[in-house]
């Protein structure tokens, strides 16, 4: 019942939180330019112009323009796509798998390697390795990940020769998703943009697990376990557990984070997802694709985030839902 609760305050707050980022999103409109540039060509004459923006409602109040939006919104309709002439929801749900499997090989690589690093500069903070890994983690942080991404094509793909430097490669299409992973054309060029966008995020999360791993381990009950005679690896486990609270945090509000610097890592490397559409739709003024856009990476958001306070009850039961007593 707890969760069911839970999940109807959330669902309330997530659809204020919608409305609040579809206004802002809509706001935004006339300021990015004209999208009768991309609709018609130079010898069209002022008149026509005129009367076309008067079809679409383009010379209507903000207010009107917005009502007439949510109210196809509410319907799931999120206008058309001036470009592609196609409803702005299916061209970019036509990019999202190429987008998620991007942001998911990046997190497998930042949990894989994050983990066992950040662990390992714990519990030896005084070693040669650990001092190599600290070092390494502050100039991850510091390159830009678009640089990161360009040292790598001109490592392996300009030198060696040995990985694509752009394009998704091969996809096999399950009807209802398109995935590259499935093959081995594909996995070559996803190695390269997830390795430049898990770079930004690694050493993060590196310099997290072992900050909050040590603080664990000089707590009273990792003295007390050890003094009941304990295995060291039993105590690391429990303080492990207790490590992954802030960082379950962190990463649940980094995966946004990781869906916006998709946008530099797909435009350096030609990865046909959503934030190269974002781009492409900016400069080409296509206000229902920015818009449908904006709004789907928000409502991302509100779902790992909810998705977030679950998992906290997993990882430790004594952790109670917002909203739920004690």
């Known amino acids: 019942m707890h969760i069911i609760a ?5 669902s309330v707050q997530a659809a204020l ?9 809509f706001s935004i409109q006339d300021n990015l330019g004209d999208p009768l540039r991309e609709l018609v060509g130079q010898s069209v004459s002022e008149a026509e112009r005129d009367q076309l923006r008067e079809k679409l409602g383009l ?10 939006f949510l109210s196809n919104a509410i319907e799931g309709d ?25 942001v998911l090989v990046s997190a497998l ?13 714990a519990v030896h903070p005084g070693s040669f390795f650990s001092r190599v890994i600290m070092s390494g983690s502050i100039i991850g942080i510091s390159v ?10 001109w490592i392996f793909a ?4 040995v990985m694509p430097a752009y394009g998704r490669g091969e996809v096999v299409d399950l009807g209802w998703w398109d995935t590259g992973l499935l093959t081995v054309d594909g996995v070559l060029h996803i190695i390269l943009p997830a390795i430049s966008l898990a770079s930004i995020m690694l050493p993060l999360f590196i310099r997290l697990i072992r900050a909050e791993m040590m603080e664990q381990l000089g707590q009273d009950y990792v003295r007390f376990a050890r003094a009941k005679g304990l295995s060291e690896k039993r105590v690391r486990n429990h303080a492990f557990r207790n490590t992954l609270l802030p960082v379950v945090t962190v990463g649940g509000l980094q995966i946004g984070t990781l869906i916006a610097y998709t946008i530099l890592t797909e435009t350096v490397f030609q990865w046909p997802g959503m934030g190269f559409l974002f781009l492409e739709a900016v400069n080409r003024v296509d206000t229902p694709l920015i818009i449908a856009y904006i709004i789907v990476v928000g409502g991302i958001f509100v779902l790992v985030n909810t ?11 004594m952790v109670k839902l917002p909203g739920e007593s004690a």
């Open 78 to 102: 999120l206008g058309t796509s001036y470009f592609f002439k196609r409803p702005a929801l299916d061209v970019i749900f036509d990019k999202f798998p190429a987008t998620f499997e991007l």
């Open 144 to 153: 830009p990940v678009f640089l990161t991404a360009i040292f790598l094509i």
């Open 59 to 68: 010379n209507d109040p903000f207010w009107v323009q917005y009502g007439r």
């Open 158 to 161: 300009v030198e060696l020769g």
């Open 109 to 121: 690589i930042i949990v894989v390697l994050s983990v066992p690093a950040g662990i390992y500069c």
């Open 17 to 25: 939180v919608m409305l609040v980022i579809s206004i802002i999103g």
């Open 6 to 10: 839970f999940l109807l305050r959330r």
């Open 307 to 317: 998705a977030v306070d679950l998992i906290y009850t997993m990882i430790n039961p």
